[in-house]
């Protein structure tokens, strides 16, 4: 099984700040990441997927690259509605695992 | 627009076999498969398993595949799981997800608190 490893596995930011979190795969996945954001309370949201690519309607101040084993997402200009756990799954092969998830908190 | 809409919270005994339901709208069911993900409190996102609604073909995730069922019907558009021999591990919040091959689409989640 691909392990992803998330890092840092919390973050605490303030509003305006630019933050990464990074997910290193066990093994080449090529682009087949994506990113989810989970609220508190509430199911999962894709942001990313192919590495890179915004899903419609998400704010362009989520970007995500990287492409083999490191990946990046990346959140400029932090809002308050930016606060909760962000997740990266792998979908080069099965089962489909997910990183353990970095909690992000506003100051 | 898409939705997945998801059964009831649930509460089970050990040993007991849980069912959930997994009603989908707004896209041809048989073009994606079903994900189901589940998160024990306080953890992190963990995938179980899939179900092709085209042909009922499976993917479970090695540690459930002896305890795991997931069918589709394809006459109402629904997915279910079956989990059985339930031990207070499986307490959690068990969603559905779809999506072209990222999860795109979540269901809002079933609580299942296994306890006796």
């Known amino acids: 099984d691909i392990q992803l490893t998330q890092s840092p596995p919390f973050l605490s930011a303030s509003l305006g700040d630019r933050i990464t979190i990074s997910c290193r795969a066990s093994?080449?996945?090529?682009?087949?990441l994506a990113w989810y954001q989970q609220k508190p309370g509430k199911a999962p949201k894709l942001l990313i997927h192919?590495?890179?690519t915004l899903q419609n309607a998400v704010p362009a101040r989520f970007s995500g690259s990287g492409s083999g084993t490191e990946f990046t997402l990346t959140i400029n200009s932090l809002q308050p509605e930016d606060l909760g756990t962000y997740y990266c799954?792998?979908?080069?092969?099965?089962?489909?695992?997910f990183g353990q998830g970095t909690r992000l908190e506003i100051k | 627009e898409v939705q997945l809409v998801q059964s009831g919270a649930e509460v089970k005994r050990p040993g007991a076999t849980l069912k959930i339901s997994c009603k989908t709208s707004?896209?041809?069911?048989?073009?994606?498969?079903i994900h189901w993900v589940r998160q024990a409190p306080g953890k992190g996102l963990e995938w179980m398993g899939l179900?092709?609604?085209?042909?009922?073909?499976?993917i479970y995730a090695r540690k459930l595949q002896v305890r795991l069922t997931l069918t589709a019907d394809t006459s109402t558009n629904t997915a279910y799981m079956y989990l059985n021999r339930l031990n207070t591990d499986d307490t959690a919040i068990y969603y559905c997800?779809?999506?072209?091959?990222?999860?795109?689409?979540w269901g809002q989640g079933t609580q299942v608190t296994v306890s006796s």
């Open positions: 799954q792998q979908l080069n092969s099965y089962p489909r695992t």
């Open positions: 707004g896209y041809t069911f048989i073009d994606q498969y």
């Open positions: 997800a779809t999506g072209p091959d990222w999860f795109d689409a």
């Open positions: 192919s590495a890179s």
């Open positions: 179900v092709d609604p085209e042909n009922g073909d499976t």
């Open positions: 093994q080449d996945i090529r682009r087949y």
